[in-house]
């Protein structure tokens, strides 16, 4: 299956992403800050979806998905923004540099419906 990224400051809620996926059969990195999720990918360990809230310490998920778009290697992971923040333009990353969106509280079953979906040419 996938190999996910998933960048979460709340342990709680990294906790459940981490266990609802692997579950699903995904390998799952989680990271509590963007500084630390573009830390893992930069080391060559590129990931192939990156769920990630916007709120957090250190950088953004705004910032490591701009971060993202500008690196040869890392601009065309999908991205999953979760995140308990009504859309807005001085938070959320331009519509074309994500490919999800779930609002807290999210429901398990919509989450792996889009990973799915996100993933479905690494499955095959």
């Not at 990918?41 to 971060?67: A, F, H, P, Q």
């Amino acid at each position: 299956m996938a190999q996910i990224l998933v960048v979460e400051d709340n342990p709680a809620i990294g906790m459940v992403i981490q266990i609802a996926l692997t579950d699903e059969g995904h390998q799952v990195e989680l990271r509590k800050n963007g500084l630390e999720g573009l830390s893992l990918m930069e080391s060559g360990r590129i990931t192939d979806l990156v769920i990630t809230d916007l709120i957090m310490e250190k950088m953004s998920g705004r910032d490591l998905i701009r971060t993202m778009r500008n690196d040869h290697q890392m601009c065309s992971i999908p991205v999953v923004i979760i995140t308990g923040c009504i859309p807005n333009f001085e938070i959320f990353p331009e519509e074309n540099q994500f490919q999800g969106l779930l609002l807290k509280p999210f429901n398990l079953e919509d989450l792996i419906a889009i990973v799915a979906r996100l993933t479905s040419t690494v499955a095959a």
